[in-house]
């Protein structure tokens, strides 16, 4: 069992950058691969960056360039660092934890994660 809880988010001017964080208490994060999803109304919740136990990184088209993600085993935390805000990245902000045997996978898809944080809102101003 995981407990996920994210931090970090507020309102931010586009062209502005925001660090999320989410802490993870209970069984280490380490045996887990990790990822940020969000979620704005009207929307399903789309992939945003994923991280894979060994820290290989996999990126949606939509953020490559702007954001990264990285993760400190000793913390037990994750973090989606943002960069060069826009207005379309308004959404709130999942972190979720998946098992994973394989240390080099990264895990794309909601139904592959097995828990989940609260969210964290992020809204970005024009």
């Known amino acids: 069992q995981v407990q996920l809880v994210e931090s970090g988010g507020g309102l931010v001017q586009a062209g502005g950058s925001l660090r999320l964080s989410c802490a993870a208490s209970?069984?280490?994060?380490?045996?887990?691969?990790m990822g940020w999803f969000r979620q704005s109304p009207g929307k399903e919740r789309e992939f945003v960056a994923g991280?894979?136990?060994?820290?290989?990184?996999y990126y949606a088209d939509a953020v490559k360039g702007r954001f990264t993600i990285s993760r400190d085993n000793a913390k037990n935390t994750v973090y989606l660092q943002m960069n060069n805000l826009k207005p379309e990245d308004t959404a709130v902000y999942y972190c979720?934890?998946?098992?994973?045997?394989?240390?080099?996978?990264?895990?794309?898809?909601?139904?592959?994660?097995?828990?989940w944080g609260q969210g964290t809102q992020v809204t970005v101003s024009s």
């Open positions: 209970g069984r280490t994060s380490s045996s887990y691969a």
């Open positions: 991280i894979s136990r060994s820290g290989a990184t």
């Open positions: 979720g934890a998946a098992q994973a045997s394989d240390t080099g996978r990264v895990f794309l898809r909601r139904g592959q994660y097995d828990y």
